[in-house]
């Protein structure tokens, strides 16, 4: 049976890391590069690459 995560610990703020952008906990992956990404039409490789 698949594990349910809750979206809000996986997306996260800090002042002293990319700004106070949010971003993924554990990276410095922020939202905005995703969506930006996903826009585009890269695929999720090629985004956190």
């Not at 995560?5 to 971003?23: H, K, M």
């Amino acid at each position: 049976m698949p594990t349910l995560t809750d979206i809000g610990t996986l997306i996260i703020f800090t002042p002293e890391t990319c700004g106070n952008r949010p971003r993924i906990a554990g990276t410095r992956i922020t939202v905005q590069r995703i969506a930006v990404g996903y826009k585009m039409g890269m695929k999720p490789e090629k985004i956190i690459a």
